[in-house]
């Protein structure tokens, strides 16, 4: 039986994810802070599902992670999913810190730890979901779109890492546009995909190791139409 660790899979697509990869026959390391919903997702999948209850802004996210390795009886791929993001109107400091602390320093310790443990098994395969806002800067919530850059660029460090380490070690950055969460939040929002949809496309990317995944494929177009957009076209959406 492979084994994964989903990072954040009390809900929304992690949550869709987990589901997936029980139905498939994987061991599923579920994480998260909500315990009840934690405990839910084991009850319906009592053979494929182990459950570890932590905060990632918290100190002992190693420690929760080898715990969870250990139950698993070992570690093929982890997902780091957790995250979060509020748009700001006003340049707001809790929410800058809380997007930071979950989105770039819970994101670094554990991919960081996860890679160095793949290198010592010399294989395993690791994706995070980052974004299509860290395409580009926006005025909205500037901390999610930078942190997610972040994320993104790191991962891309990795899978180059992996590269010339010659380790069979898979890095996959999975980009969503909109998912209907509630993380979605706001107006103006286009191409939703359902939790159900986005799961299948991101557990088929993984599969296909593929180094980068749109979710849905089509956001392909619009990650790299705002990279070429000259900011003074940009600044009217940004
Ligand atoms: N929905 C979209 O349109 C969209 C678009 C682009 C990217 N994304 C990304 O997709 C990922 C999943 O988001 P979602 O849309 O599915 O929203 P969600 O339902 O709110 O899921 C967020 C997950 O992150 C976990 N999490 C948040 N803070 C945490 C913390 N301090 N410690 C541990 N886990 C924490 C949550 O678990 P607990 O609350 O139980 O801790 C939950 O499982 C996020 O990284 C998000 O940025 C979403």
């Known amino acids: 039986m492979k084994k994964v660790i989903i990072i954040g899979a009390t809900s ?10 029980a139905k498939n026959n994987w061991l599923v390391g579920a994480t998260g802070r909500r315990r009840t919903l934690l405990d839910s ?24 992670l080898k715990n969870l390795t250990q139950q698993l009886g070992g570690l093929d791929l982890l997902v780091y999913n957790s995250g979060y993001g509020e748009p700001s109107a006003e340049l707001d400091w809790e929410i800058d810190k809380d997007t930071t602390s979950i989105n770039v320093n819970g994101f670094i310790e554990i991919v960081n730890f996860t890679f160095n ?39 891309e460090g990795l899978y180059l890492k992996a590269q010339r380490l010659k380790l069979p070690i898979d890095v996959t950055d999975i980009q969503p546009g909109f998912v209907k969460t509630k993380m979605a939040k ?7 995909a359902t939790v159900d949809k986005a799961a299948r496309q991101i557990y088929s990317g993984i599969k296909n190791k593929k180094h980068r995944v749109y979710v849905t494929k089509r956001w392909w177009l619009i990650a790299k139409l705002v990279k070429i957009l000259p900011m003074f076209i940009y600044k009217k959406i940004g």
């Open 12 to 21: 929304g697509i992690g949550r869709a994810l987990a589901i997936l990869y």
């Open 41 to 64: 997702l084991q009850h319906e999948f009592p053979n494929n599902v182990i459950t570890e209850c932590f905060d990632v802004t918290k100190e002992d996210n190693i420690e929760c």
């Open 117 to 155: 443990y793949f290198v010592l098994e010399g294989k395993g395969h690791i994706a995070a979901t980052s974004s299509i806002a860290g395409n580009r800067g926006n005025s909205f919530a500037p901390a999610y779109s930078a942190s997610k850059a972040f994320m993104s660029n790191y991962m």
């Open 186 to 192: 706001g107006e103006g929002h286009f191409w939703v």
